[in-house]
């Protein structure tokens, strides 16, 4: 999916290609520029403390690797999956591990967290807002042969949680209660609003309701 060139430009401090494809259906040209940071978790960190640390590391990351002033606002981001004992499902390490993380999460409720650290120029200083979109993940009880299929598809693997809720996953899922975008790596509902308080003239709501029109 290509992004439409509108004059609503925007650097994303990630490289990944499902956030990018969510921002560019929403009439936004990306520019990416991916931040390597140390994601290791604190002790006594929850994972919606954690995830809006990430994102706000990430962001002054990108923005101190940049080699112009920042004239566009940046847009960083990171999502996690986590079940009720706060335990942080990341991406599995081999299929041995997407086979645990899928029954762990079968017939259960979890929990996909994506942090968000927007940072724009305005007024002559570098404005900053960060936070943290939650939705709830159900799903339905599953077989060890509805595991070990999915898990042959090989889509888990770089999938945190083990799964894709945009892709095969979505037949594990029984419902949500949020944002479904939020699961898929952005929550860009509420990412346009918070640019629109963030940035002077900012109308990226009305641009991207708009279709990328005047």
């Not at 929850?46 to 706000?56: G, K, M, Q, T, W």
């Not at 002054?60 to 981001?77: E, G, K, N």
């Not at 900053?128 to 159900?138: H, I, Y």
Request: hydrophobic content about 45%; overall charge negative; proline content about 4%.
């Amino acid at each position: 999916m290509q992004a439409v060139n509108t004059g609503k430009h925007l650097i994303l401090a990630s490289a990944s290609p499902r956030r990018r494809e969510l921002l560019a259906a929403c009439c936004l040209d990306v520019e990416v520029c991916p931040a390597d940071i140390d994601e290791t978790r604190r002790a006594e960190e929850s994972p919606v403390e954690l995830v809006r640390r990430l994102a706000e590391e990430k962001a002054h990351a990108a923005y101190a690797a940049l080699d112009r002033s920042l004239d566009v606002p940046l847009l960083a981001a990171d999502t996690i999956v986590w079940d009720d004992a706060g335990s942080v499902l990341g991406k599995p390490v081999d299929k041995d591990d997407a086979r645990r993380m899928l029954s762990l999460l079968s017939g259960a409720t979890h929990h996909v967290s994506t942090g968000v650290c927007l940072m724009a120029p305005a007024g002559g200083e570098l404005r900053e807002v960060s936070f943290v979109e939650t939705t709830d993940v159900r799903f339905f009880e599953l077989s060890s042969a509805e595991i070990a299929a999915y898990v042959a598809s090989g889509e888990p693997m770089d999938k945190a949680g083990s799964y894709g809720i945009q892709g095969l996953g979505r037949a594990l899922v029984r419902d949500i209660s949020g944002d479904y975008a939020n699961v898929v790596g952005l929550p860009v509902s509420r990412v346009l609003r918070e640019l629109d308080q963030l940035c002077e003239g900012g109308d990226f709501l009305l641009s991207a309701l708009r279709g990328g029109g005047a």
